[in-house]
């Protein structure tokens, strides 16, 4: 298999290159529509969100089959399969859509990771909001967490696309670490007693591990997360920015109470155990026998 990078997306270039991956890079959609037809391969995995239809019609005539993640644009109509584990496509027919939460792919790392043992107090809170966090939940997670007048570890995990400038926990009278490019994840997750986080393919990682999720929202796509509620572990509190400083706070207060948390701990590791990559890899390389 070979992994290709548009130039114009830097941060997934280093994201491989930390990781000793071999890839290849790419000036643009034609650049690779016109690598696919000189190369022939028989599978096709595009990881970009909406397609545009005549982008998937163009790598068919490759003689290839499609599979596409994530994608509610046209083009998931033309392809030959496309994996939504985060919602559903009320467009595509149900055989040409792996949708769900057991339909997800994470790091082999949460599949050899143990779930956690739930302790009795909330001591210990991690803070992320993925990749680049365009709507600085960070920030307003801290300012809950000051206004909650939590006195425990705070762990802020910043993606790769998010500048450090502002994430001070001493601003707001907190204590604890800031990391940034954690190459073991799950080993840092499985401090914490409580998670804030957003509704993107956090909580499938999270879920593996037991750990309880209040979440906001980054953006009025993840309002559609089929996986973003209670049954899975999660209380959502809806789009980020129009959740205020109280409301969070009192929330963060709420997840003090065991019993609460023990629940969310226990649906989250019941919904996730039909889940492998395994499994999904199955369901994918199938299409070619279609």
Known sequence: ATIFVRKDYPVSADLYKQRGATYETVED????????????????????????????????????????????????????????????????????????????????????????????????ILITYGGTDPSHLTEHALKGLQ??????????????????EGIDLDTYGLHGDILKN???????????????CSAGRTITELMTLGIPMLVMCQNMKELMHTHANCQYGVI????????????????????????????????????????SNHNVVERILSCLES
């Open 182 to 196: 954690v190459t073991d994840m799950p080993s840092i997750m499985k401090k914490a007693d409580l998670a804030l």
């Open 147 to 164: 206004r909650a007048e939590f006195t425990g570890h705070v762990t802020v995990i910043l993606g790769p696309g998010r500048p450090e």
């Open 29 to 124: 959609a034609d650049d690779f529509i016109r690598i696919c037809a000189e190369r022939q391969p028989e599978l096709i995995i595009i990881d970009m969100l909406d397609t545009q239809r005549d982008y998937i019609e163009s790598l068919q005539e490759t003689g290839a089959k499609v599979v596409t993640f994530e994608d509610l644009g046209e083009g998931a109509e033309a392809a030959d399969l496309v994996v939504n584990d985060l919602y559903k496509n009320v467009k595509l027919a149900k055989h040409r859509q792996l949708s769900g939460l057991r339909n997800a792919i994470i790091s082999p790392l949460f599949e050899q990771s143990q779930p956690v043992e739930l302790r009795e107090k909330v001591d210990h």
């Open 236 to 275: 959502n509190l809806g789009l980020g920015t129009l959740v205020s400083v109280d409301t969070l706070a009192n929330h963060i207060e709420l997840f003090t109470h065991y019993d609460i948390r023990k629940t969310l701990h226990e649906r989250a590791l019941y919904e996730i155990s039909e889940r």
